[in-house]
């Protein structure tokens, strides 16, 4: 028998990393060295919204992390959303528990809906991925429920699965992509000490490195007349202290691509306890196209990941077109919005779909991709699973193990394919800033890729 209960003390809940961290299916995004880093920075106890399921012996089975919105308490988010980018956002629990623990979740949510204090008019889910399926049991038990539940996605995850190494991944590709990624890494291998990756492996290094990182990451924004990412300076703070408790674990690679003894392009990389490696953030000297410094290091991480054992690299949200051309697998990144039965929540239904109206005729006239509706079948589809993290993480800290077996992708004509030689010197931006955000009215701040 599983109870709920609404935590009043977050703190404690995040200060016990064995507890939440096991349940978390070895992805950092679910991990507490990222919420907690997050937290710190912007949480709020007084907003805080933290579902805690329990077993009959009292021990923690599952979690479910919101909070109230700041200047609207009636409407509920998942943490470590908006501007931060968090993707993977789903129930924490264990596969063996999942059925169960969403759907009691599901359940309590609905019945405290109209509680004059845990009450609510609307929940977004902000960064799940299509296919997941404590999501997916949670969303068909509000269904069955009649709770009225909206899914939208306008962009994807792309994931680049590994092969059993690197010349069997190259054997996948078209003959134009191999001539093209040989060619940048023998350019690299062969440099003579002029183009050489350097990874940050200190704290003083990790440190510098990532302060190089943002500001490549912010001259890519600023020139395109957005903040940025890092605009907000506890963004930074938040974003060091999580990628320094990074680096002690030793779940870090932060490389960066030397030419001439400037860094030209650099990457923030997460090492998830499921052996993916996490593409956080990026930055790239756009000075030198003809070297290609984004594509180069892109290649060069690729084959590290083979070398090392990744079960590939989680390029994260965000349609850029330098994604598709290293033949990552596209997967849609849900917003989904819950809300209450009652006239409160029926009324705001009703803003939602005025709201989802003006921003699809604006959008239309800025010529930006639009939100696409879902049914929670296309949401959860099973074409999606094969390409969703390992639930079941090893318990050895251990990275370097053999690749598990695992489905290889089939159906190129479900993939978003481009041959190495159409790419222009340096990927261009799809989106505004604002685009990586959910559709939301209550808010104006614009946000950045990462």
Same mark, same amino acid.
């Given at each position: 028998m599983?109870?709920i209960?609404?935590s009043d003390s977050?703190?404690?809940l ?11 299916g &070895?992805?950092p995004f679910r991990q507490?060295?990222?919420l907690?880093?997050w937290?710190?920075?912007f &949480?709020d106890?007084?907003r ?5 399921a329990?077993d *009959? ?5 599952g979690l479910l ?5 700041d ?7 998942? $943490?470590a959303?908006?501007n931060?980018c968090?993707?993977h956002?789903s $129930?924490?629990t264990?596969? *063996?528990d999942r059925e169960?623990?969403?759907?009691a979740?599901?359940?309590h949510? #609905?019945?405290? !809906? ?6 609510w +008019?609307q929940?977004?889910?902000d960064g ?8 997916e ?6 269904e069955?429920?009649?709770v009225p539940t909206s #899914?939208r996605?306008r962009?994807?995850l792309w ?6 190494t690197w010349?069997?991944l190259?054997?996948?590709r !078209? ?9 940048l890494?023998?350019k690299?291998?062969?440099s003579d ?5 350097r990874d940050?492996a200190?704290?003083e290094?990790?440190h510098? @490195?990532l302060?190089k990182? #943002?500001?490549?990451?912010q001259?890519r924004?600023q +020139?395109a007349g957005e903040?940025g990412?890092?605009?907000d300076?506890?963004?930074i703070r938040?974003?060091? +202290?999580a990628?320094?408790?990074?680096s002690d674990r @030793?779940?870090l690679v932060?490389?960066q691509?030397?030419y001439r +003894?400037?860094?030209i392009?650099?990457?923030l990389?997460f090492i ?5 490696q996490y593409?956080? !953030?990026?930055g790239?000297?756009?000075?030198y196209p003809?070297?290609k410094?984004? #594509?180069?290091?892109? /290649?060069?991480? =690729?084959?590290e990941?083979?070398?090392? &054992?990744?079960?590939?690299?989680d390029?994260?949200? @965000?349609d850029?077109t ?8 596209? $997967?849609p990144l849900?917003?989904i /919005?819950v809300f ?10 009703a %803003?939602d779909r ?6 699809v ?5 800025k010529?930006?991709?639009q939100? %696409?509706p879902?049914?929670i079948?296309?949401a =959860?589809?099973?074409?999606?699973? /094969? =390409?969703l993290?390992?639930?079941t993480p090893?318990p050895s ?12 992708i089939?159906?190129?004509e !479900?993939e978003i394919?481009?041959?190495a030689d159409e ?5 261009p ?9 959910r559709?939301?009215?209550?808010s104006h701040e614009?946000?950045? /890729?990462?």
């Amino acid at each position: 028998m599983i109870h709920i209960e609404i935590s009043d003390s977050p703190e404690n809940l995040l200060a016990d990393g064995n507890t939440w961290d096991r349940l978390a299916g &070895g992805i950092p995004f679910r991990q507490t060295v990222w919420l907690r880093s997050w937290w710190q920075q912007f &949480g709020d106890a007084e907003r805080a919204f933290f579902l805690v399921a329990r077993d *009959e012996s009292g021990a923690c089975c599952g979690l479910l992390p919101l909070e109230r919105t700041d200047g609207d308490l009636r409407r509920l988010q998942t $943490i470590a959303a908006g501007n931060v980018c968090t993707d993977h956002v789903s $129930i924490l629990t264990r596969p *063996e528990d999942r059925e169960e623990v969403a759907t009691a979740f599901a359940k309590h949510l #609905i019945e405290c !809906s109209s509680d004059r204090t845990h009450g609510w +008019d609307q929940i977004d889910f902000d960064g799940t991925i299509a296919g997941d399926p404590a999501m997916e049991i949670f969303a068909r038990c509000l269904e069955d429920q009649e709770v009225p539940t909206s #899914i939208r996605s306008r962009m994807h995850l792309w994931f680049n699965r590994c092969e059993a190494t690197w010349e069997d991944l190259l054997a996948t590709r !078209s003959r134009k992509y191999r001539n093209r990624v040989r060619g940048l890494l023998r350019k690299l291998d062969e440099s003579d000490g002029e183009l050489f990756v350097r990874d940050a492996a200190a704290p003083e290094e990790v440190h510098m @490195g990532l302060l190089k990182l #943002i500001e490549l990451h912010q001259k890519r924004w600023q +020139d395109a007349g957005e903040p940025g990412t890092y605009a907000d300076d506890r963004m930074i703070r938040f974003v060091t +202290d999580a990628t320094l408790e990074m680096s002690d674990r @030793g779940r870090l690679v932060l490389p960066q691509l030397i030419y001439r +003894d400037e860094v030209i392009a650099t990457e923030l990389h997460f090492i998830g306890d499921d052996r993916r490696q996490y593409c956080y !953030s990026t930055g790239v000297n756009h000075a030198y196209p003809d070297l290609k410094p984004g #594509i180069m290091l892109n /290649s060069h991480m =690729f084959r590290e990941a083979h070398r090392l &054992g990744r079960a590939g690299i989680d390029y994260m949200r @965000g349609d850029e077109t330098y994604k598709g051309r290293l033949h990552s697998r596209p $997967i849609p990144l849900l917003e989904i /919005s819950v809300f209450a039965k009652h006239a409160r929540g029926q009324v705001r239904m009703a %803003q939602d779909r005025a709201t989802q109206l003006l921003k699809v005729q604006w959008r239309r006239v800025k010529d930006l991709p639009q939100d %696409q509706p879902l049914t929670i079948e296309e949401a =959860f589809a099973e074409e999606h699973r /094969s =390409f969703l993290p390992d639930q079941t993480p090893l318990p050895s800290p251990t990275l370097h193990h053999e690749v598990s077996a695992m489905l290889p992708i089939r159906t190129v004509e !479900s993939e978003i394919l481009f041959d190495a030689d159409e790419e222009t010197s340096e990927p261009p931006m799809i989106y505004s800033m604002s685009d990586y955000r959910r559709s939301d009215a209550h808010s104006h701040e614009p946000e950045p /890729s990462n």
